[in-house]
């Protein structure tokens, strides 16, 4: 009877988990679907890459242990609302603020909790723009509101951050303190280089259309 019991237990929670795939498969369809219209319009592609994951069972265990959430799959899916993430990188900090726009404003994409990092980086030098939607999944039983977690990023803020998260690690969260300086030195450095390849990028933009004018 135990195994039984365990065998259910296992089969719901797979279940739980495939309906945050199908949220975040439903995610990726629609920022592809921007990127390559975009690219259809205006002649150019606002994003360098989209990477997508599940959180694995032993981190959202891991998760609902250390915020002390309750162990049922109601409490999960209100609670931890990361299960399904999606990382989009743009070229510029325009495009991460026009592909955000674009994709929060359309009408089956309900925003959670917007998080903007960018506005305002974390003390550590961490910039990204983050928020929470839910989407809409049909199944054979019907309907489901999927939260998935967007963060949209330039390639400068990924490079940072990806680097940093790895230190991170390294170091099993206990960084030498000169190296956490020298990270947020390195984060100031990244968005400096934003605002110069912004500028540039505006610049190439207003030439490339003088000369069509004329
Ligand atoms: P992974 O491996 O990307 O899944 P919490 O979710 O409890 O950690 P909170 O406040 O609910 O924190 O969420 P927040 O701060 O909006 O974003 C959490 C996610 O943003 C992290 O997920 C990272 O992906 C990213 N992030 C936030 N702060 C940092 C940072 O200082 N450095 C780096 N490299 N990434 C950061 P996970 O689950 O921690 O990691």
Redesign the pocket.
């Known amino acids: 009877a135990a195994i039984a019991e365990a065998r259910q237990l296992r089969d719901a929670f797979q279940r739980f988990l495939r309906e945050y795939e199908f949220g975040m498969r439903e995610v990726e369809t629609k920022i592809s679907i921007l990127r390559d219209e975009f690219t259809h319009m205006h002649a150019y592609n606002p994003i360098e890459h989209v990477k997508s994951?599940l959180?694995s069972p032993d981190?959202i265990v891991e998760?609902v242990a250390r915020?002390g959430v309750e162990a049922d799959f109601d409490s999960i899916r209100a609670e931890i609302?990361?299960i399904a993430?999606v990382?989009i990188t743009c070229s510029f900090v325009s495009d991460v603020y026009r592909l955000f726009n674009l994709f929060t404003q359309q009408d089956d994409v309900t925003v959670r909790?917007v998080?903007d990092?960018i506005a305002q980086p974390?003390p550590?030098?961490?910039r990204?723009l983050?928020v929470i939607v839910e989407v809409p999944v049909f199944l054979s039983t019907g309907r489901v509101a999927v939260p998935v977690?967007v963060?949209f990023r330039t390639i400068a803020m990924d490079f940072?951050?990806?680097?940093?998260?790895k230190i991170?690690y390294k170091f099993d969260g206990r960084v030498p303190s000169h190296l956490v300086q020298s990270l947020t030195d390195a984060a100031d450095a990244a968005e400096e280089l934003d605002q110069r390849m912004e500028r540039l990028h505006r610049e190439a933009h207003e030439i490339n259309h003088r000369v069509l004018e004329v």
């Open positions: 994951r959180k981190s998760k915020r609302t990361d993430g990382r909790i998080k990092y974390k550590n030098g961490y990204s983050h977690e963060q940072w951050a990806s680097l940093e998260h991170h």
